[in-house]
């Protein structure tokens, strides 16, 4: 028999894995991401294509569903008794749960729409959150800066030929498939396991040359081949989406990069810690891969700001174990 999310989840909370309220933000988090869906696949024909006019705090210009994404998640989990306050990569600042509501014991913070720059050419995109308790007192923005290690839940939407939400609780990495015709996720993958090995890489080649010593001598001997250091051959794929990059690794394993690069020293690589790198990381180590930032594991940065940046080597051990070698 097939199992649905809900189910799913209601046996975690009555094997005690999660309790009521992380139950009903998963929930609420799969329910909003339903909406997102229907923004995405109806595209022009919902008027959401195109850019919004607007600079993120990270002064990238903003696409209309980086906005109308945002929107649905802030309004999809505000209520939901589960948060004390959330955190997004379209807001400047953190947002405390409203007055209106009541608050809860959790923080949840999101990428609405990974992968802004697919949007317009119906390329894969995706929805990724990270969820930690809440400390005691007033919300800011430093009370989301905890170590990854810390999450309590992290999570992924996809939307693509099929749409696909990928959790994890804490006890492994499950993944399941939007139907629409009933609206529910099924569990349709368990015991998600990323081999060890790997022949498929994944780095933005156009950047090759701005990046670190380290970086350079690695790529190299993946494009050496069979003749190289490595002695096998590498095949690549950039889909430009963090989402279903790390989709690909849970799938087949794979090693996933975006490096540091000398351009704006200012910048310690282009993802994001808090929600990207951070929830993403999560999901790698509960499927037994591994994931750096070329010196620590991701999961053990201790924060400095909501929308810091990190360099990111993530996926099958053995890669990501002989890249993070390189850097010391
Ligand atoms: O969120 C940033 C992001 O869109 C990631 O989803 C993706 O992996 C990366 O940027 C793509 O970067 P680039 O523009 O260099 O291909
Ligand atoms: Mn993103």
Redesign the pocket.
């Known amino acids: 028999m097939a199992i649905n999310l809900q189910q799913f989840l209601a046996k975690q909370l009555s094997d005690g894995v999660i309790d009521q309220q992380l139950c009903d933000l998963l929930n609420a988090v799969a329910d909003l991401s339903k909406e997102i869906n229907d923004k995405v696949t109806h595209g022009a024909l919902a008027g959401v294509l195109g850019f919004a006019g607007t600079d993120n705090v990270q002064g990238e210009h903003q696409k209309k569903l980086d906005v109308i994404t945002n929107e649905i998640f802030v309004e999809g989990v505000e209520w939901t008794g589960a948060l004390a306050g959330m955190a997004s990569?379209e807001m400047d600042h953190c947002l405390p749960t409203p007055a209106a509501y009541k608050r809860g014991k959790y923080l949840i913070m999101f990428?609405p729409?990974?992968?802004?720059s697919n949007i317009d050419i119906n390329a894969p995109i995706?929805t990724?959150f990270s969820i930690t308790k809440a400390p005691e007192g007033k919300i800011a923005d430093e009370s989301f800066l905890t170590p990854g290690r810390k999450q309590i839940a992290a999570g992924y939407v996809m939307y693509s030929p099929q749409t696909i939400l990928t959790l994890t609780v804490g006890n492994g990495v499950f993944m399941f498939t939007l139907n629409l015709g009933t609206g529910e996720y099924i569990l349709t993958k368990e015991n998600i396991r990323i081999p060890v090995q790997t022949q498929e890489f994944a780095i933005n080649m156009s950047n090759m040359r701005h990046w670190e010593a380290p970086v350079q001598k690695y790529v190299q001997e993946l494009l050496a081949g069979d003749t190289g250091p490595l002695g096998k051959n590498f095949n690549m794929r950039w889909v430009a989406?963090?989402?279903a990059e790390v989709h690909r690794v849970l799938c087949r394993g794979g090693i996933f990069m975006y490096p540091r690069d000398n351009r704006d020293p200012s910048k310690p690589g282009k993802?994001?810690l808090m929600?990207?790198a951070n929830p993403m990381s999560f999901l790698i180590e509960q499927a037994g891969g591994k994931a750096t930032n070329g010196y620590q594991n991701i999961l053990d940065l201790q924060p400095e700001e909501l929308h810091q940046r990190v360099a990111v080597f993530l996926g099958s051990a053995e890669e990501v174990e002989r890249v993070t070698s390189y850097h010391e």
């Open positions: 990569e990428d729409l990974d992968g802004s995706g990724i989406a963090m989402v993802l994001r929600y990207e």
